[in-house]
């Protein structure tokens, strides 16, 4: 299983942005699937998650309300639209897929919120 991130990038405060993260090798349905970050000098945080239906969803505090996740089992594909974007959110965002007794972690897209 290989999982691929995109959509990150360069933005001002207040921005909106969508990640994607394509999943290769395995079937996304199969997958409970989430979205960390890491920010330098940082651990790797939690961000969102969701399971295998797309019915349940949960969040760190500090994006509730600002960003959603989702996926699109048909395009192997999970999603993190962002919104109203913060300097503090600034860090590289992994996908990470789980599936009792294994788990895949992607390689990473670079957000910066500029101030």
């Known amino acids: 299983v290989q999982l691929v991130e995109s959509g990150g990038g360069v933005v001002p405060t207040g921005a909106s942005l969508t990640l994607s993260c394509s999943l290769s090798?395995?079937?996304?349905?199969?997958?409970?699937m989430g979205w960390f970050r890491q920010a330098p000098g940082r651990e790797r945080e939690f961000v969102a998650g969701?399971?295998?239906?797309?019915?349940?969803?949960a969040y760190a505090d500090s994006v509730k309300g600002r960003f959603t996740i989702s996926r699109a089992d048909a395009k192997s594909t999970v999603y993190l639209q962002m919104n109203n974007l913060k300097p503090e959110d600034t860090a590289a965002y992994y996908c990470?897929?789980?599936?009792?007794?294994?788990?895949?972690w992607g390689q990473g897209t670079l957000v910066t919120v500029s101030s």
């Open positions: 969701i399971g295998w239906s797309g019915t349940m969803t």
């Open positions: 090798g395995g079937t996304l349905s199969s997958f409970a």
């Open positions: 990470y897929a789980w599936v009792v007794g294994s788990e895949y």
